[in-house]
Structure formats: C-alpha cells, structure tokens
C-alpha cells in the first residue's frame, strides 16, 4: 500500500512538472506558470488522491500565496464564499427534512399507486429520482432513493442494481434543471449572473427532454430485468409493497420543515424580480435567501442547531470546493484563462457554434473522469475571458452546465451521485460494481442526452 502511494506521488509531481514544462512552452510568465501547476495539481488529486485532496488543496493555496502569485485579498475573493454559504445554508434545511422524516414520507406517499407495474415502477423512480435532485441536491436525493429502491427489491426478490443505476442517471440529469440540484448550477448562476428563472426556462425543459430519453433507452436496455420485476409484481400484489415500506406521517415538525423549505423554494424563485424591486444586485436574495431560512430553523430548533452545523452541513466537500475556487480564480488572476481562451479561439477560428459545441462536449467528457464541480470551476474563468474577447457567452454557460451533468452518468466516477449510490449497493447487498456493467449504459445515456442539449443550443435562437 506504501508503495503504491509512493509510486502516484511520484506520478502526481511528474504530471505537475510536465504542466509547468508545458505552460513555459506556451509562453507563460514564472506566476501563471505556478498558477497553472498549482490548480492542475488539485485536478490530478481527484483522480490519484480523493482521500488526500482537501490536504494537496492547502499546500496549493501556501504555495500561491508564499510565492506571491495571489494576494490575500484576491484570494478570499476568489473563494466564492457566497456560495459555500448559500450550500451551507442549504444543507441545514436538508437536515431539517430529514430530521423530520420528509424523504421517507415522500417515497410512501408517491408508490401509493393502484395497479403498479414494472414499467410504471421504472417512470415513477426516474421522475422522482429527477425532481428530487432539483429540490434539494443530487447527493441527498440518492441517498434515500437508493434506500427505498433496496427495500422494494428486497421484497420482490429482484436484483437491485438495474433500478439503482436507472435512479443514478436520472439523478444526473435532473440535476441540471433548477439551480438547486447540483454544486455547478449555483457556481455557474454566481459568476454568470443566470437567474433560478433562467434555469426554470432554460435548463428545466432540455432536463425533461433529455430525462424522457434517458427512460425510453433504460426500458429497452433493461427489458429483461424489468420483465422479470413484472412478472413478480404479479406474483406477489403491488400494494403490499407499503406495507414493507417506513410509514412516516406528516406530523407537525414535518408539516412546519415543508412550509419552510416550500417558502424558500418560492422566494427562490422569485429572487429576480425582488431584487429588481428593491434595487439589489444580481443574485444576493438567492445566495442569502438560504441564510435566512437556515437562522430561522437554528432559532426554531435551537437544541438541534450545533447538529445541523457539525453533522449535516459536509465542511470536507466545501474547503475543498473554497480552496478549488480560489486556485480557479487565480488563473484568471495571473492571465492564465485569457491566454487559453485566445488559443481555444485560434482552434476554433472564432466561429461560435464550433466554441459551443467543443464546451459541450469537452466538459461532458471531462467530467466522466473527473469531479465535475472541479472541472466546472477549471473552465468558468476561461468563459469570462471569452466575454472580453467578444463572444456572447450565454450559451456557453449552458453548455458548461449540461456537459458537466451529463457527462457524469458516463462513468461510475463521473458524479458524486454515482459514487455515494454504488457505495450504499456494496455496503448494503456486497454488489460491487464493474466499471464496464456501468460503462456501456452510461455511454450510451450520457451521448445521446448531451447530443439533445447540442441539438438544442445549436439550433435553438431562445438559447443565444
């Protein structure tokens, strides 16, 4: 085990020394050069490194600011600290869900359906599957998707692992269609200065094309087992099923956690047109809308207030992800991005469909390897230098967006969705997974979703 470690820190520094060879090559000054081999080397910890990330993520920030690369100020600005709030802010109020019972009560209450069959099962988990990524976030929702998908197998005595990875990719694709669903959807509305209506316009309807494509092809490629889970449904009567499942009543904590978040989902909803009204800038009722919901639930449930800090709130994910925005900014710092973008544009010979279309399906393929939250924050600075190159760079935005998403259902490692679901499966059945079982499915989902969001923002002007 040593030695293999051993062996990727040697690999890690070879491929930072090679990025800084290269960044000389290219042309780059001593400062962009660290730059770049600072942020790149954050990238390669995610694929040789997970557990140590967060530590390579603190010597990379020393590193910049010893070296004078960043200053301290711009390096709490580039931290994109409204954002680690607005997750954190998000995560109490999950809490307070689960606290209460929500996601349980939701399951019960939507698989309380007359003559349930197979097919019908299939819709009922991508769809919820879906719209639960949207409320809350792609992690939360396969948890406890991941949780009742067991527990009905189990009693139809069906292989679970069909139905888990069909919940996995709608996941991922309905991550894409509020700004709520996925850690990108609120870094992009950040620096972009998108809307929660511009997601509800633009992204949520791609999201349900692309997530009645991904069921169609599901069905057909998991026809035998859900032929088989059919056949047993017949055999054992659907609604038996509730009686397998955790009842949990909307009592008054529940009723009372629903008002809030529903509040906070329609002041969400609504920040734009507030802040028009009020005269405040761009995005700041949506970034502290959570804030507010979060202090009035920690002054409601003031005994529960340290667990929601301590145990809901995942401070390892958001270091990271401060530490990564701030190597990120530093790029557009030190005129790294403004160098890449121009020679992107040389290679693209300024034509805007081709830029769109090479995003697309760049960061699609990006984030079937890596985090997509890592590659996102890598490509967000290089959009903003396009703006001043003279691009129109909405559609951009857009494309970042659906390829990050999509392009996780690729891999097993593709999203951290993919990954918290598989684990639940070996820890609860000791299913383990294999990355060509996944592979071929989630190729195929992940192409043919992204080639509809192509189709879309090529073709479409609404998107321009």
Same mark, same amino acid.
């Given at each position: 085990?040593?030695?293999?470690?051993?062996?990727?820190?040697?690999?890690?520094?070879?491929?930072?020394?090679?990025?800084?060879?290269?960044?000389?090559?290219?042309?780059?000054?001593?400062?962009?050069?660290?730059? @770049?081999?600072?942020?790149?080397?954050?990238?390669?910890?995610?694929?040789?490194?997970? !557990?140590?990330? #967060?530590?390579?993520?603190?010597?990379?920030?020393?590193?910049?600011?010893?070296?004078?690369?960043?200053?301290?100020?711009?390096?709490?600005?580039?931290?994109?600290?409204? *954002?680690? @709030?607005?997750?954190?802010?998000?995560?109490?109020? #999950?809490?307070?869900?689960?606290?209460? =019972?929500?996601?349980?009560?939701?399951?019960?209450?939507?698989?309380?359906?007359?003559?349930?069959?197979?097919?019908?099962?299939?819709?009922?988990?991508?769809?919820?599957?879906?719209?639960?990524?949207?409320?809350? !976030?792609?992690?939360?929702?396969?948890?406890?998707?991941?949780?009742?998908?067991?527990?009905?197998? !189990?009693?139809?005595?069906?292989?679970?692992?069909?139905?888990?990875?069909?919940?996995?990719?709608?996941?991922?694709?309905?991550?894409?269609?509020?700004?709520?669903?996925?850690?990108?959807?609120?870094?992009?509305?950040?620096?972009? =200065?998108?809307?929660?209506? !511009?997601?509800?316009?633009?992204?949520?309807?791609?999201?349900?094309?692309?997530? @009645?494509?991904?069921?169609?092809? #599901?069905?057909?490629?998991?026809?035998?087992?859900?032929?088989?889970?059919?056949?047993?449904?017949?055999?054992?009567?659907?609604?038996?099923?509730?009686?397998?499942?955790?009842?949990?009543?909307?009592?008054? $904590?529940?009723?009372?956690?629903?008002?809030?978040?529903?509040? %906070?989902?329609?002041?969400?909803? @609504?920040?734009?047109?507030?802040?028009?009204?009020?005269?405040?800038? %761009?995005? %700041?009722?949506?970034?502290?809308?959570?804030?507010?919901?979060?202090?009035?639930?920690?002054?409601?449930?003031?005994? $529960?207030?340290?667990?929601?800090?301590?145990?809901?709130?995942?401070?390892?994910?958001?270091?990271?992800?401060?530490?990564?925005?701030?190597?990120?900014?530093?790029?557009?710092?030190? =005129?790294?991005?403004?160098?890449?973008?121009?020679?992107?544009?040389?290679?693209?010979?300024?034509?805007?469909?081709?830029?769109?279309?090479?995003?697309?399906?760049?960061?699609?393929?990006?984030?079937?390897?890596?985090?997509? *939250?890592?590659?996102?924050?890598?490509?967000?600075?290089?959009? $903003?230098?396009?703006?001043?190159?003279?691009?129109?760079? $909405?559609?951009?935005?857009?494309?970042?967006? +659906?390829?990050?998403? +999509?392009?996780?259902?690729?891999?097993?490692?593709?999203?951290?969705?993919?990954?918290?679901?598989? =684990?639940?499966?070996?820890?609860?059945?000791?299913?383990?997974?294999?990355?060509?079982?996944? +592979?071929?499915?989630?190729?195929?989902?992940?192409?043919?979703?992204?080639? *509809?969001?192509?189709?879309?923002?090529?073709?479409?002007?609404?998107?321009?």
């Amino acid at each position: 085990m040593e030695n293999r470690l051993i062996l990727r820190f040697v690999f890690l520094s070879l491929l930072i020394i090679l990025t800084g060879f290269i960044a000389k090559t290219i042309g780059l000054n001593i400062h962009q050069i660290i730059a @770049l081999s600072i942020f790149s080397a954050s990238v390669f910890a995610t694929l040789l490194f997970w !557990d140590f990330r #967060v530590a390579i993520a603190f010597l990379g920030i020393a590193t910049l600011l010893i070296t004078k690369t960043v200053d301290l100020e711009n390096m709490v600005k580039f931290a994109s600290l409204e *954002v680690i @709030l607005f997750l954190v802010g998000m995560m109490v109020l #999950v809490g307070l869900l689960k606290e209460g =019972g929500f996601f349980a009560w939701l399951v019960t209450l939507i698989l309380r359906i007359r003559n349930l069959t197979a097919k019908k099962f299939v819709f009922i988990i991508s769809i919820l599957s879906a719209l639960l990524s949207c409320c809350v !976030d792609e992690v939360t929702s396969i948890i406890f998707m991941a949780a009742a998908i067991l527990e009905i197998c !189990d009693y139809f005595e069906v292989d679970p692992t069909p139905f888990i990875i069909i919940s996995i990719l709608s996941t991922n694709i309905g991550s894409t269609g509020t700004v709520l669903g996925n850690p990108i959807g609120i870094l992009i509305a950040s620096k972009s =200065g998108l809307t929660f209506e !511009d997601f509800i316009l633009k992204a949520f309807p791609i999201m349900w094309v692309c997530l @009645l494509s991904a069921i169609f092809l #599901v069905i057909i490629w998991y026809r035998k087992e859900i032929k088989k889970l059919g056949e047993k449904i017949k055999n054992f009567g659907a609604n038996e099923i509730l009686i397998k499942l955790i009842r949990v009543p909307p009592e008054r $904590q529940l009723k009372i956690g629903l008002s809030i978040f529903g509040l %906070t989902l329609l002041f969400i909803a @609504l920040h734009h047109r507030l802040e028009l009204l009020w005269g405040l800038e %761009t995005n %700041t009722l949506l970034l502290s809308i959570p804030l507010i919901s979060a202090g009035g639930v920690m002054l409601w449930r003031h005994s $529960q207030a340290r667990s929601y800090i301590e145990k809901d709130v995942d401070w390892w994910t958001l270091i990271f992800f401060l530490l990564l925005f701030a190597k990120a900014g530093t790029l557009k710092y030190t =005129g790294v991005t403004e160098v890449l973008a121009r020679k992107i544009t040389y290679l693209v010979k300024g034509n805007p469909i081709t830029l769109i279309s090479s995003l697309l399906w760049t960061s699609a393929i990006g984030s079937s390897i890596l985090d997509n *939250v890592v590659l996102v924050a890598a490509f967000i600075p290089i959009v $903003q230098s396009f703006k001043d190159l003279g691009f129109v760079v $909405q559609p951009l935005w857009w494309a970042l967006l +659906f390829g990050g998403c +999509f392009g996780g259902n690729i891999t097993l490692v593709g999203s951290t969705a993919n990954i918290v679901a598989l =684990g639940i499966l070996e820890k609860e059945k000791n299913i383990r997974m294999t990355f060509f079982r996944w +592979f071929w499915v989630g190729l195929t989902v992940g192409v043919v979703t992204t080639g *509809v969001a192509w189709l879309a923002l090529i073709w479409l002007p609404f998107y321009r």
